[in-house]
């Protein structure tokens, strides 16, 4: 399947995502996983919202890292800084800033590995792999020559080079 393809196809809340060509479309998340997106997403747009430092999407929407090679994802949550909201069309075209996606048994091997490996090439500075299970969140900077990767256990402060105001202990995130 081709971008133009996928984008032509009937909008709906269906979590998919376009990997070279080949169409992925796995199941609706699990209440909880949605339940910590949402979190997640309400804080960290609460935070940018107020500091005016650009606009923060929860999933699904449709970002696409590479139009000629169809490669389409849908991060969980997503944050595009205020001096690039000129790459927001309908879809994101391009990178965001900071991507967030909270791991569950079903996309966890996918979301460390290749779609990690993804959000490094196509240019996104920062992705919190937020880990209930184990109640941490990892933290990858993209923004240096190498990357850094920081763990933050639940009652830690989460640090962010993309959005360095924002103060969370990752436990937030997980309280019911």
Request: aromatic share 10%.
């Amino acid at each position: 399947m081709t971008t133009v393809e996928y984008l032509n196809t009937v909008e709906h809340n269906q979590p998919r995502e376009l990997a070279h060509g080949i169409l992925r479309e796995p199941p609706a998340p699990f209440f909880t996983h949605q339940s910590i997106v949402l979190k997640i997403g309400r804080m960290l747009a609460d935070h940018v919202e107020l500091k005016n430092l650009g606009k923060v999407a929860v999933a699904p929407v449709d970002v696409v890292l590479d139009r000629e090679r169809a490669l389409i994802v849908q991060p969980d949550v997503l944050f595009i800084a205020a001096e690039r909201l000129s790459i927001i069309a309908n879809q994101v075209w391009g990178a965001p800033d900071l991507v967030v996606e909270v791991l569950s048994p079903g996309t966890e091997s996918h979301d460390r590995g290749e779609k990690l490996g993804w959000y490094r090439q196509y240019g996104v500075r920062e992705c919190w792999l937020v880990d209930p299970y184990a109640e941490r969140a990892i933290v990858y900077d993209f923004t240096g020559a190498t990357p850094e990767v920081r763990s933050t256990a639940a009652n830690e402060y989460l640090q962010s080079t993309v959005v360095p105001t924002f103060r969370a202990a990752p436990g937030t995130f997980f309280a019911v």
